[in-house]
């Protein structure tokens, strides 16, 4: 009985579902699936990205992603690195974003779901369907720059709240400000 079990859990393990594609990569750009333990030289077109998967951009590297459900659009610029992350949830995915650093171009479709969440070493922004983008410095923060829609950022510090509109900027330091 134990080996069955052991045998179920493994199939179940393997056998997760792709939530995403790469559609276009240029210069160097690594991944690492979950279950491995190191970087992958080369992420190619047409890969298929799972929950909890790696993304490093180099210097003149970048990738873009699109999540099967929906057609929402991540694009990863130079010098970034992200965690992708999803769960299927009958025919959608919650969808979230780890970013660590970098600069990325979110182009989010209405969610059917929850909210689109994208979490970084300073903030947390909620989407439910917009464009914008985010550069996620360190030490310096992040930067959203609104194209349309609204996106609601949080502080992590602070806990101060605010929403990002088109043609708009927010700021969000470690030491909590929020403008």
């Known amino acids: 009985k134990k080996y069955i079990l052991l045998i179920i859990f493994l199939a179940q393990f393997f056998c997760a579902e792709s939530i995403a594609v790469v559609s276009k990569t240029k210069g160097e750009v690594k991944y690492k699936k979950k279950v491995e333990k190191q970087l992958r030289n080369q992420l190619k077109a047409g890969t298929d990205l799972y929950n909890n998967d790696l993304i490093r951009t180099g210097k003149n590297g970048f990738a873009k992603y699109v999540y099967l459900d929906d057609g929402t659009q991540i694009k990863i610029h130079n010098s970034s690195e992200v965690h992708i992350?999803?769960?299927?949830?009958?025919?959608?995915?919650i969808k979230q974003l780890?970013?660590?650093?970098?600069?990325?171009?979110?182009?989010?479709?209405?969610?059917?779901?929850d909210a689109f969440t994208v979490i970084t070493p300073t903030s947390v922004a909620s989407v439910k369907g917009t464009a914008f983008w985010l550069d996620c410095s360190g030490q310096a923060g992040d930067k959203f720059y609104g194209e349309s829609g609204i996106v609601n950022i949080q502080n992590k510090e602070s806990g101060q709240k605010t929403q990002l509109s088109k043609n708009k900027v927010a700021s969000s330091l470690p030491d909590g400000t929020l403008d």
Not at 98 to 112: A, F, M, N, P, R
């Open 85 to 93: 992350r999803g769960e299927l949830d009958r025919r959608s995915i």
């Open 98 to 113: 780890k970013v660590d650093e970098g600069t990325v171009k979110l182009e989010i479709k209405k969610q059917s779901v």
